[in-house]
Structure formats: structure tokens, C-alpha cells
């Protein structure tokens, strides 16, 4: 999709957040010599600050690629935001109903159509105490799978500094944002394979493989051998705690 393409919604939202950003933040942009041209691609992105949309939006924008996200439905139903989400293309997820295949349907016509789709495959900000990258959710491996289009991982870091995590703005002295493309993911591997859970688990596990080295890369340090899962914590805790009630019995 080129310049010329990127439509009013999208000029719009930039025309609002690009000057706060631009004076507000620093920039170390890297690796948008990885962004196709043209045809339809999924990014894959990290998420450790509710910031780093903007962050990464604003990268991408400059490629002159916009994303479509992947956003639940009710942010659009109302109000100016609402008219921003459906005039700028993007995919409503239905969480628990009987329609939650459309986002699904959503991403894969869109890549069909020569867009990028965005994935966040973490699905919400990472719980790793670190900020590393946690285990994945399978939407982005499906859609891949389903198109076989380019995934295109991208590692970002330093919006965790301004808002971290659950945390309070911390804007002063003028933050970082870092962001970085690597080429993309090899999933040929899996092309023609059913897209069985352990099919989509493990092609998800490469996905993350890939945001996550180039995390090492910005950071310059090694991310622990054991990616965070927080459904196996929970589960420990679960465990923990009904062994605590069974010993004050």
C-alpha cells in the first residue's frame, strides 16, 4: 500500500499524534528496509507498555505501510474513535460470542487485499517481570499459515521507560522509543500441515523466537532460556495454594 493509499482517517490520527510524539520522544528507528512494498504481511510485535502502540504506529506509519489492528469490538461503536476504527480499516475482534471468527476471517481478507495486519501475539502486556517477551497466542501463526504471507517480527523498547507497566508517566528527561524489523519469520516448514494446537503452538514458539532476539538486540542483553507462560504460573500458584489449604486442614 503506498503513501497515496493511506486515506484520511489514518492522515488524520498522524496529523493528532505525530507532534506530541516527535517533541515528547527520541527515535531509534531500525529495519524498515524489511517491510514489504507491496502484497499483504503480518507484523508481529512485543508489548510491554500501553505506549508502545504509538510507538510502533508511528514506525510503521513512516514505512509507508499502515497496520490494520486487531482491536476489540466495542472500541468501534462510539464516539470519534469509534468513526476512526471502522473509516481506517480495522479488524474487531468479538471476544466470547458466537462471532469470534471474524476477526480471523478479518485478518486473512486483509492480507488477501495487499495489508498489513498487525499482531500483538502476546494479546496483552507481558507479565514477564523482565518485560520480555511471554509465550504467544496462535492468532498471527494461523493467519500466517492460512495465507502463507511474510511475517515480519518487530522488537520495541524504551516506551516501558515513559509509562511503564501499570506504572505512572515518567516523560522527563526525554525518552527513547527503539524500534526494530528483522527480516521474515521462516514458517515454510509448516506450509500444507494441518494447523493442529502443537502445528500453531510451535510455529508461534518461532515467532516469538525471532521479536525476542531482536529484543536482545536493542537491549543488549540475553532474555532468559524459559519463556514466561502465565497460565503455567497460574496453575503453580493454583497448586501452591491448595497444598497451603490442605496443610491447615
Not at 476489540?72 to 473509516?87: E, Q, V
Not at 505512572?168 to 524489523?181: E, S
Amino acid at each position: 500500500m503506498s503513501r497515496r493509499k493511506i486515506g484520511f482517517w489514518y492522515r488524520f490520527a498522524a496529523a493528532i499524534a505525530k507532534p506530541p510524539l516527535l517533541v515528547l520522544f527520541k527515535r531509534d528507528w531500525r529495519g524498515m528496509e524489511h517491510i514489504p512494498a507491496d502484497g499483504g504481511f503480518i507484523t508481529a510485535i512485543n508489548h510491554n507498555s500501553y505506549l508502545d502502540t504509538f510507538s510502533y504506529a508511528h514506525w510503521q506509519y513512516n514505512t509507508g505501510r499502515v497496520p490494520r489492528f486487531l482491536a476489540k469490538d466495542s472500541l468501534f461503536k462510539k464516539g470519534i474513535a469509534g468513526r476512526f476504527m471502522r473509516g481506517s480499516g480495522q479488524i474487531p475482534v468479538y471476544r466470547e460470542s458466537g462471532n469470534a471468527a471474524a476477526a480471523f476471517r478479518g485478518a486473512v481478507a486483509a492480507i488477501e487485499k495487499g495489508e498489513c495486519v498487525a499482531f500483538y501475539p502476546e494479546a496483552t502486556l507481558t507479565r514477564d517481570p523482565n518485560l520480555w517477551p511471554m509465550t504467544g497466542k496462535t492468532g498471527a501463526a494461523r493467519v500466517a499459515l492460512e495465507t502463507r504471507c511474510p511475517v515480519i517480527p518487530v522488537a520495541q523498547w524504551g516506551a516501558n521507560h515513559a509509562l511503564p507497566p501499570y506504572g505512572k508517566p515518567k516523560f522527563f528527561p526525554r525518552k527513547t522509543f527503539q524500534v526494530l524489523a528483522g527480516p521474515p519469520v521462516d514458517l515454510s516448514r509448516f506450509y500444507g500441515k494441518d494447523p493442529t494446537p502443537d502445528v500453531l503452538k510451535e510455529a508461534t514458539d518461532v515467532i516469538m523466537d525471532a521479536i525476542t532476539a531482536l529484543l536482545e538486540e536493542l537491549r543488549g542483553e540475553k532474555a532468559p532460556a524459559e519463556r514466561y507462560d502465565p497460565r503455567a504460573v497460574r496453575a503453580a500458584q493454583r497448586r501452591k495454594t491448595a497444598e497451603a489449604d490442605k496443610e491447615k486442614q
